[in-house]
């Protein structure tokens, strides 16, 4: 085990939580297989199609008289069941008896043991009121456990923004929830209302005061100009913490003036104290520095103080995913020697990103890759039976200048360009493979931890849960590409013949009288999203 580090004792959370991934789309569709444990064998199972084995014992389980010990970091809940079953293939969703019920579902894990080592094979949940867990595997193995996390590798906090609720899939893996529900008055009172804690959670609650732009970093400009107004906005947070029964605070003051540099300084400083007194914890969210010839801009911010005296930093990332990696690699080569490596957090996200000629803007994946499934018709006036039309995707179409969907080796990210309003338009799309890239950059830099910078529901949608989760749980984490062949457009019709279509455009031959759709869609390598249009096909003169 790695010694523990500041950002651990922050952040270690006071139960285990489970870190299950995002299902991968066509894998397997689980059919209402909430099953009584008090009528099932120690080990269960179901077929990868939804369905038990046939046969009599189909599946047959035996205990071993002594389980091995865990690996480290981990516990065991149940025995080691040896499994064996005549006809199994394929995928299979396994329900395990457990010797010991957990408090909640969080880090719970199947493993196996082969050649005197453990294996994990995935994440588990709980059934049956605690009584048994659940969890699927590519292929049944020779004998199964299940096992709980007890320590992490990285930690993960994660932002809720205003009046939405939490992602369930977030849910289970965070260890540190920012709701963000506080600003700063001129007057260094806070204004808004903190969210109530959840009940019976593990999750450690630190609310975020944010003053990203004005009238708010007015605000909070005007709080920092003045020390009696700082103690004002210190005791004010205090209250907070005290009377919400939180953690700590997150303070995301990323838009300070320079010129308050050393103000802010001394506000944290202070701050720190008064949290520190009473066990309370306290983070900060900061703008990445900006390299010059002569060195580093920092603005307000001198890292080195800061990094004394709180107990983690979340770096904001660049949102220019052309310049990201080169970005970022320089600014953490720098951050990690102002400030404890353990304390810094990387935050990434579930937007896509377009860049224009007006700048950069986050984007839903729903957005992201509604835009590459657009179509649109080109003709004029009626279709007639026989007719050749011509429906183009106008943000993937290749003969007009857009790129098509492809794999960026320099963004590691799924990316197209296009045409379009201010002149060259660029999409990245963040999903489960881009995000791992990502991540990848804590794990080789050492970092303490990974910030969500948006947890709610409604910006679900890209599988980034998967690779969070290996990464906290093991400290690594796998890097693939998507299969190219799955960014390939895909065109079909309810009637007619279409040709072509490989480079964004498609001829549809128009049947006999009638309405019509044609279907494009695209994919990001894991979602697929298609946009339909309907098409009048009018008898012949």
Do not use: C
């Not at 046939?54 to 025995?79: D, Y």
């Not at 010129?259 to 720190?272: H, K, N, P, Y």
């Amino acid at each position: 085990m790695r010694e523990q580090g500041p950002f651990d004792k922050l952040l270690q959370p006071d139960a285990p939580r489970d870190r299950t991934p995002i299902v991968i789309v066509g894998v397997i569709v689980v059919l209402a297989v909430v099953l009584l444990i008090l009528v099932l064998p120690p080990v269960s199972i179901l077929n990868g199609d939804g369905g038990a084995p046939t046969g009599p014992g189909a599946l047959t389980s035996r205990p071993r008289t002594k389980t091995p010990e865990p690996p480290a970091g981990w516990e065991v809940l149940s025995r080691l069941y040896e499994l064996q079953a005549g006809d199994s293939e394929g995928g299979a969703l396994l329900t395990v008896n457990l010797d010991t019920r957990p408090a909640d579902d969080r880090n719970l894990a199947l493993f196996t043991y082969e050649d005197n080592q453990w294996k994990r094979l995935a994440s588990a949940t709980l059934i049956n009121d605690g009584a048994a867990a659940q969890g699927e595997v590519s292929t049944l193995p020779p004998n199964v456990a299940v096992l709980r996390r007890s320590t992490l590798a990285v930690q993960v906090a994660g932002s809720l923004p205003p009046e939405t609720d939490i992602d369930p899939e977030a849910a289970r893996v965070l260890s540190v929830l920012h709701p963000v529900d506080f600003v700063p008055a001129a007057d260094g009172i806070l204004l808004g209302t903190g969210r109530t804690r959840p009940q019976d959670s593990a999750l450690r609650v630190l609310p975020t005061v944010s003053a990203l732009g004005p009238p708010e970093a007015e605000a909070a400009d005007t709080v920092l100009a003045s020390p009696e107004l700082r103690q004002t906005h210190i005791g004010d947070i205090l209250r907070v913490v005290q009377e919400g029964g939180y953690d700590g605070i997150d303070i995301d003051y990323r838009a300070v003036s320079p010129a308050r540099g050393a103000d802010f300084t001394q506000f944290v400083v202070d701050l720190a104290d008064g949290l520190h007194r009473d066990g309370h914890s306290l983070t900060l969210t900061l703008p990445l520095p900006v390299r010059e010839t002569a060195g580093w801009d920092t603005g307000a911010y001198d890292w080195q103080a800061l990094g004394q005296v709180v107990d983690a930093i979340e770096l904001a990332p660049e949102p220019d995913q052309s310049l990201y990696y080169g970005r970022m690699e320089a600014a953490l080569e720098f951050l990690t020697q102002q400030v404890d490596r353990s304390k810094l957090m990387l935050v990434v996200g579930p937007f896509s990103h377009e860049k224009g000629g007006e700048g950069i803007k986050a984007l839903l994946l729903s957005q992201a890759m509604g835009l590459a499934s657009t179509l649109v018709a080109r003709t004029e006036g009626d279709i007639r039976p026989q007719e050749q039309v011509t429906i183009v995707g106008p943000n993937i179409y290749q003969d007009e200048g857009a790129s098509g969907l492809f794999w960026d080796d320099e963004a590691l990210a799924v990316t197209f360009s296009y045409p379009g309003e201010g002149g060259a338009r660029t999409v990245w799309i963040e999903n489960g493979f881009s995000v791992a890239f990502k991540l990848d950059l804590a794990r080789r830099f050492q970092l303490g931890g990974i910030a969500v910078e948006d947890v709610s529901l409604s910006a679900a949608g890209p599988n980034i849960w998967g690779p969070i989760q290996e990464l906290s749980e093991s400290g690594k984490v796998t890097l693939v590409k998507p299969n190219g062949s799955l960014l390939k457009p895909y065109w079909e019709a309810s009637e007619g013949v279409l040709d072509g279509g490989a480079k964004g455009a498609v001829v549809w031959t128009a049947p006999a009288p009638g309405t019509y759709e044609v279907t494009l869609v695209v994919s990001d390598g894991v979602v697929r999203v298609g946009q339909r249009l309907s098409l009048e096909v009018k008898a012949g003169e």
